[in-house]
Structure formats: C-alpha cells, structure tokens
C-alpha cells in the first residue's frame, strides 16, 4: 500500500479494521484483542468506542509471527481457543466467524478450525490452546501454515466462500472493495 496504512483505509466511510472489529464482536467470540503495530495510536482510534482489549506489537517490522505471539500471549487463562482473524478482511462475516466457533468438536478432536474458499485454506483460523506453544514459537513473516500442515488429523475446514482468502494487500484489491486511501490512512 506504499505510503499508507491498509487498516485504515474506507470502505462505506469506515476504516478496514473497525469493519472487522464489529463483526468479531457481533460473533459468539469472548473478547476481542487487538494487536496493533504500525500506526498503533490511529488504528486506536478507529476502534475507540468499542470493548476491544489492545496489545501493541513494537516489533511488527518482523513479520506476522511476531502480532501473532503478541495476540496468543494475551489470551485470557480460562479460554480454550484463540481465532486468529485478520485485520484487513473486511469481507468475512459474524455468520462466517459463529460457523468456525460452532463446527468445532473437541470430542472428535477437531482443534484447528480452517476457513476455506473452495477448498483452499484462508482465513480466519480457531486455534486449541494445545497449539499456543507452537504458535509463540512461529519466527518471521509467517503464520501458522506449518502448524496446521503437521497436524492433519487435528484439523477441520468450514467452506466461507470468497471471504476467506479476500484480503486488502494491495490498491488494487482495495479499490475493487469499493475502498478508498486518504489522508486519514497515510504513514507518518
């Protein structure tokens, strides 16, 4: 996104991040913890209003890994999993996030719940607390891919449609979102 901040880009006059907020907090999810990283103070304040628990990731230059670790590290004790949702998927909605929370069945050891498009992985992904080991120890600009990659028994896919692998990356993709960059999303 050159010069900008893809988080806070509009879409329908709201920035990109506050979109996906609102829906993690419609959904059947505990809290929301956001990690923030470049332009913390502004992402902030696109989300002022909402329940959200805020945790500032200064080490966000080192990929995804690091936001990753910072977000599992807050998980409350008493939770038994963590969704890791991004914050430039505008597109996946509180029905796509209640299917996720709702297929999981610890019983038949489903403990990794992948969202997918036709098949192929995307996101938002449900963590089992018996993976947050694994995931603090991720290093770099990657996700939990290689996680989920060694632990096929484990995992179980809920088919969202387009929504799970529609992310923001690029102008382009944001301007066929019908978003647009301004002033308000431009990088100190």
């Known amino acids: 996104m050159g010069q900008h901040n893809k988080l806070l880009a509009l879409i329908d006059g709201k920035p990109v991040v506050r979109h996906v907020a609102e829906h993690a907090l419609a959904s059947d999810l505990s809290e929301l913890i956001v990690v923030t990283g470049a332009m913390a103070s502004k992402v902030e304040e696109a989300l002022s209003g909402l329940p959200i628990r805020f945790?500032?990731?200064?080490?966000?230059?080192?990929?995804?890994?690091?936001?990753?670790k910072k977000g599992i590290e807050g998980v409350a004790e008493q939770s038994n999993s963590a969704l890791i949702l991004l914050g430039d998927m505008p597109f996946?909605?509180?029905?796509?996030?209640?299917?996720?929370?709702?297929?999981?069945?610890?019983?038949?050891?489903?403990?990794?719940?992948?969202?997918?498009?036709?098949?192929?992985?995307?996101?938002?992904?449900?963590w089992d607390r018996a993976f947050f080991e694994d995931l603090l120890c991720l290093r770099g600009d990657i996700g939990g891919k290689p996680i989920i990659q060694q632990n096929p028994s484990v995992v179980y896919t809920v088919e969202v449609g387009e929504a799970a692998r529609r992310d923001l990356d690029d102008p382009e993709a944001l301007h066929s979102a019908g978003g647009i960059l301004g002033k308000h999303s431009e990088k100190p």
Do not use: C, M, W, Y
């Not at 945790?55 to 990753?68: L, M, P, V």
């Open 55 to 68: 945790r500032h990731n200064a080490d966000f230059d080192e990929g995804i890994s690091s936001s990753i």
């Open 92 to 126: 996946i909605s509180t029905e796509d996030i209640n299917t996720l929370l709702k297929s999981r069945s610890v019983t038949q050891d489903q403990l990794i719940g992948v969202s997918t498009t036709q098949g192929k992985r995307g996101n938002p992904v449900l």
